[in-house]
């Protein structure tokens, strides 16, 4: 019943509530008392979430199960369900700041581009790359310079530009933080 509510007008729940209900349902799921179905089912309304809180709650229970999953046949079905929550979510943030953001939008940006790039999203690739390729391209390493990647996504920036990048761009990271 309460997936269903979820589903059909989530804001009937408070948001902390919300976070609480997926977070009570990934523990109980991770300690056998209830099934994964169901634990899984709660996060189903996420595509009409946009509060931090309780996609904060999903995704730190979602790394359990990535982690636990990502080297099993499985995975691919793991990837998939969550590309479909992921997705929509980094295309209504966007990988760039706004100026009306407020720091929940921050952190919630943070959190939807650092997924959305772990699960193969090309754009979001593409643009952590692009902005890493704009920091090589305007910053002598070996200089002390400004580094124009917003904070916030220097981590994922990072990551991903070496992950896809080559020996230019480990090096470039090495001689630079």
Same mark, same amino acid.
Request: charged share 25%.
């Given at each position: 019943?309460?997936?269903?509510?979820?589903? /059909?007008?989530?804001?009937?729940?408070?948001?902390?509530?919300?976070?609480?209900?997926?977070?009570?349902?990934?523990?109980?799921?991770?300690?056998?008392?209830?099934?994964?179905?169901?634990? =899984?089912?709660? !996060?189903?309304?996420?595509?009409?979430?946009?509060?931090?809180?309780?996609? &904060?709650?999903?995704?730190?229970? %979602?790394?359990?199960?990535?982690?636990?999953?990502?080297? &099993?046949?499985? +995975?691919?079905?793991?990837?998939? +369900? %969550?590309?479909? =929550?992921?997705?929509?979510?980094?295309?209504?943030?966007?990988?760039?700041?706004?100026?009306?953001?407020?720091?929940?939008?921050?952190?919630?940006?943070?959190?939807?581009?650092?997924?959305?790039?772990?699960?193969?999203?090309?754009?979001?690739?593409?643009? /952590?790359?692009?902005?890493?390729?704009?920091?090589?391209? &305007?910053?002598?390493?070996?200089?002390?310079?400004?580094?124009?990647?917003?904070?916030?996504?220097?981590? !994922?920036? +990072?990551?991903?530009?070496?992950?896809?990048?080559?020996?230019?761009?480990?090096?470039?990271?090495?001689?630079?933080?």
């Amino acid at each position: 019943l309460i997936i269903d509510q979820l589903d /059909a007008d989530h804001e009937q729940i408070h948001v902390i509530n919300r976070a609480k209900i997926i977070d009570d349902a990934r523990n109980l799921a991770r300690a056998g008392k209830l099934s994964y179905e169901i634990a =899984l089912g709660v !996060t189903s309304y996420l595509n009409n979430e946009v509060e931090y809180i309780p996609w &904060t709650a999903a995704l730190n229970g %979602m790394s359990y199960i990535n982690r636990m999953l990502k080297r &099993t046949p499985s +995975y691919g079905y793991f990837k998939s +369900y %969550m590309r479909k =929550l992921i997705d929509p979510l980094y295309n209504r943030v966007g990988f760039k700041s706004k100026p009306q953001d407020q720091p929940l939008d921050i952190f919630l940006r943070k959190l939807a581009v650092n997924w959305a790039c772990s699960l193969g999203n090309d754009d979001c690739i593409e643009k /952590a790359q692009g902005v890493f390729r704009d920091w090589m391209l &305007t910053v002598n390493p070996d200089e002390e310079g400004v580094n124009p990647i917003e904070v916030d996504m220097k981590n !994922t920036a +990072y990551c991903q530009a070496i992950e896809n990048g080559d020996d230019d761009e480990w090096d470039f990271a090495w001689r630079s933080e």
